[in-house]
Structure formats: structure tokens, C-alpha cells
């Protein structure tokens, strides 16, 4: 017996020791990935630099994204085992595999949406410092406008171009009616800027150049949604049958490969046609006509606007997408405003149209609200192509997000079309305090109006 013992305290030592030695190897492992990488994304043109940031191991593994400069996003999962780092950003729909062969991460990467699903080769490498060219760097830090040869889908004639500077580095964002693309960044070299963006989506990659006459030349890097939006496929295109379009893959600026920036005052000089007005792009066809909707929740009870949440107080009806980038950036201040007027008689819904296959599990939608720790309302309301169709009242309603301001009396205040994020500098700092004066205002007005119902019921009564 004790022979017998003793084997069987042997065998369990001899895998204890054998756990312990995978854990330590995979721990290990884990710390040869921690820290800065380098890293790129390539399909079908040139390469998509982008910052990967890799911390923790086990349960606490970790990959962040950068908007620009900053770290801004990151994954909902991360695994590394046997060798295989899976970074999943399940709010987004994307996915990273990747393994590391000789210091270097190989792998791909897939992001999917309504109307798109790209697929781009990866490589990391460690980040190493370089010098940086300081001399005869030019100046292109501000506001410049990008006139348009064609109007785009949205109608627009012109977008907006955000760039900031300090020195050789550069961070530039291009700001549509939607929304913008995030911030492009890199630094000056060899007479331009390389500039590539990837936050988990909207990857892109554009060439910044200055010219004598004070103008910027912008070459726009999309080769891979290019190639999704117009491939032989029909699962490839971002419209419904009758042509309309309700989005785009992740970059959505693809109206020309090359366009021109010139200054605000210049382009008016030269009669160009301003950027769309983001307040007035979208508007209501009767002021007169409360804003009424009826959809199911995630667990498919019926909500409409009769509901006791939102009788009686200022509501924002936000027309959204998991899958459109721009209505990520929204959400995160959402939250804030929620958070802030929720007991001052601000309700939010979210009127959320998902692509067929997203409805029956919702992964994206739950993933991002679990991501961005939302509590206001999320309704399923429908397909993207079916946007016309669930929200009549809107007129000229094509953008992703548009957020609809609606008094206490139920009607439309105002539809304001797109968000701009951080990335695009003041426009996102105006935006916010244009939505909270406009908040604030009709809570206030409601509130003035209560006060003198109040007084005259009193006077009647004689008290």
C-alpha cells in the first residue's frame, strides 16, 4: 500500500510539476507579447499602419487601438494559446488571429458589416523609435475644406478636413455629414505624410501633400472597400433594391482617389459650395406631427412612444447602426448624457437597425452595449434598407447617426445629421455643447411652462 502511495504521489507531482511548467511557459509567452507593436494591414494596395497596444496574459490579456495619438479602443476578448493570439473586438464584428514567428505576429484580420465583410492580411512588428525629419516640415495644422467634383451619395458637395501638427507629426480627419473617418496620423518624410488610421474599424491609409499655391493634395488609400463595394458579388453592395444607399463599409469617403484642400476663405474666393449644415441636412415634414415609433427591445417586447419612459419628457430619438463606426463615437457621449439628464426628464432611444443577419443574435448590438455600458433604450428597428421606410417622418434622412431632438409635447425640435468625434477637434467640442444648450433648453422650457399651468390652476381655484 504504501508502495502504492507512494506512486500515486509521484504521478500527481510529476503533473503538478507538468502544469506548472505549461503555465510558466504560458506566461511566458504572454509577456513576449506585451507592449508596443508596429503593426499593418494589407489587401489590395498599400499598406494600413497602425499602433497595436498588447497588455496583461491569461484573463487579463488585453489589445488596445488608437485614434491617432490617443489610445481610444480596444478588444472585448483576447486569447493566446499554443502559440495563437485571438483579439476580438465583438463590437465591431472584428477579428484578429495572428501567431508569433521569430518576434514577428503574422495573421489576418476580418471586420464584417451590412452590404461589406474585408478581410486584410496583418504583420506586427516590436516598435522601435526612429528619428524624425524637424527641417522644412510644412505647416498644415487647422481647418480646410475638400471641394467635390461629383456630389456624394448623401448630396454633399464638400467635406471637411481637420488637421493638427506638432512638427513632423501630424493627425488629419475627414469629416463628412456622416461623421468623420477617425484620425489618420504618421510623420512627415520624403516631402509628404503617410497617414493611416484603424481604432478596430474604418481602416484606411492617405498621402498628405503641400503645395506652393497653399493648397494640400489628399490621396485617399480605400483599394480593399473599393474593391468590396464593386466586386462581382451582390452580398458586396451597401444598397437596397431601389439603389438607395443606407451605408458603407468602415472608411465611407470614397468619392474621389484625389482631392484638393484648400482653405475656408479661399474656397469661398473660388465660389466652391460649403460643407453640408449638420443641423439642417435632415429636417421633418410636418413640425406639426409628433414623432411616433413602435419597435421591439433585445427581447422582443413592443416599445413605441407612448410608453410611460417617455410620456411627458424630452426625448432623443437617436436613428443608429452597431455596424456604422461613427455611431460608436456617438454612443460613448450618449452615455454621458444620460447619465447626466436621465433624472432631469431626459429619455434616450436608440433606433437601432441591424443587418438580417444580426438579427437573430444581436451579437454586435449586445457586445456594444455591454461595451459602452448603455442603459438607455435600444429598439430593433429593422434592416438598414428599411430606414425610409421605419422613420417617414424624416425627410432626407441618409446618415448614420442622426439624432432627433423631441419635446415634451412630442414634436420634432430638430434632427441633427451625423457626429463628429474627437478626432475632428472643435467641430466635436461644438457639437457637445450644442446638444446639451439644446437639452438643457427644452427641459427648461417644459419646466416654465408647468410652473405657469400650476399658477393659473391655483388663481382658478382661489388659492
Known amino acids: 500500500m504504501r508502495i502504492a502511495s507512494h506512486s500515486v504521489n509521484i504521478t500527481f507531482l510529476l503533473a503538478s510539476l507538468g502544469t506548472s511548467a505549461a503555465l510558466a511557459q504560458s506566461g511566458n509567452d504572454a509577456l513576449a507579447l506585451d507592449g508596443r507593436w508596429d503593426a499593418s494591414l494589407v489587401n489590395n494596395g498599400p499598406a494600413v499602419p497602425f499602433r497595436l497596444d498588447i497588455s496583461g496574459s491569461g484573463p487579463t490579456l488585453k489589445g488596445t487601438f488608437y485614434d491617432g495619438f490617443k489610445p481610444y479602443d480596444g478588444t472585448t476578448s483576447a486569447s493566446y494559446q499554443h502559440g495563437k493570439l485571438v483579439l476580438k473586438a465583438e463590437h465591431y464584428l472584428t477579428t484578429i488571429t495572428a501567431t508569433l514567428k521569430n518576434g514577428v505576429l503574422v495573421g489576418d484580420v476580418t471586420l464584417q458589416g451590412p452590404g461589406f465583410h474585408l478581410e486584410y492580411g496583418l504583420e506586427a512588428k516590436r516598435h522601435v523609435d526612429s528619428s524624425t525629419q524637424t527641417e522644412n516640415v510644412p505647416v498644415i495644422a487647422g481647418l480646410w475644406e475638400l471641394p467635390l467634383e461629383a456630389p456624394s451619395p448623401k448630396g454633399e458637395r464638400a467635406f471637411r478636413l481637420i488637421a493638427r501638427q506638432n512638427g513632423a507629426d501630424a493627425e488629419v480627419s475627414i469629416l463628412r455629414i456622416d461623421g468623420d473617418t477617425g484620425a489618420y496620423s504618421g510623420t512627415y518624410k520624403d516631402g509628404k505624410w503617410i497617414l493611416s488610421h484603424f481604432d478596430g474599424s474604418r481602416p484606411g491609409a492617405i498621402e498628405v501633400s503641400a503645395k506652393e499655391n497653399g493648397t494640400l493634395e ?65 429636417t421633418v415634414r410636418d413640425a406639426n406631427e409628433k414623432f411616433a415609433f413602435r419597435f421591439p427591445d433585445s427581447n422582443g417586447k413592443l416599445v413605441s ?158 388659492e
Request: aromatic letters at 8%; glycine letters at 8%.
Open 218 to 282: 489628399v490621396i485617399q488609400h480605400n483599394e480593399a472597400l473599393k474593391k468590396a463595394i464593386d466586386g462581382d458579388s451582390p452580398e458586396t453592395k451597401t444598397a437596397d433594391a431601389s439603389g438607395k444607399q443606407y451605408g458603407s463599409a468602415p472608411t465611407e469617403s470614397v468619392a474621389s482617389d484625389k482631392l484638393i484642400a484648400y482653405r475656408p476663405e479661399v474656397a469661398r474666393a473660388k465660389g466652391f459650395a460649403e460643407p453640408d449644415n449638420f443641423n439642417t441636412h435632415t
Open 305 to 462: 412612444n407612448d410608453d410611460p419612459r417617455f410620456k411627458g419628457k424630452v426625448v432623443l430619438a437617436v436613428v443608429t447602426g452597431t455596424w456604422c463606426p461613427n455611431c460608436h463615437d456617438e454612443a460613448r457621449f450618449l452615455v454621458e448624457l444620460d447619465k447626466k439628464y436621465r433624472d432631469k426628464g431626459l429619455a434616450i432611444v436608440a433606433l437601432d437597425f441591424e443587418e438580417p443577419e444580426e438579427q437573430g443574435k444581436l451579437t454586435r448590438e449586445r457586445a456594444f452595449i455591454q461595451e459602452y455600458g448603455v442603459r438607455y433604450t435600444y429598439l430593433i428597428a429593422g434592416a438598414p434598407s428599411e430606414m425610409w421606410e421605419k422613420v417617414p417622418q424624416a425627410v432626407n434622412l441618409n446618415t448614420w447617426p442622426a439624432t432627433i431632438f423631441v419635446g415634451r409635447d412630442g414634436l420634432v425640435k430638430g434632427i441633427h445629421s451625423g457626429f463628429a468625434s474627437q478626432a475632428s477637434g472643435e467641430f466635436n467640442s461644438q457639437l457637445q455643447q450644442e446638444f446639451t444648450a439644446k437639452i438643457e433648453q427644452l427641459l427648461a422650457e417644459n419646466s416654465s411652462n408647468k410652473t405657469a399651468e400650476v399658477s393659473v390652476s391655483s388663481a382658478k381655484h382661489g
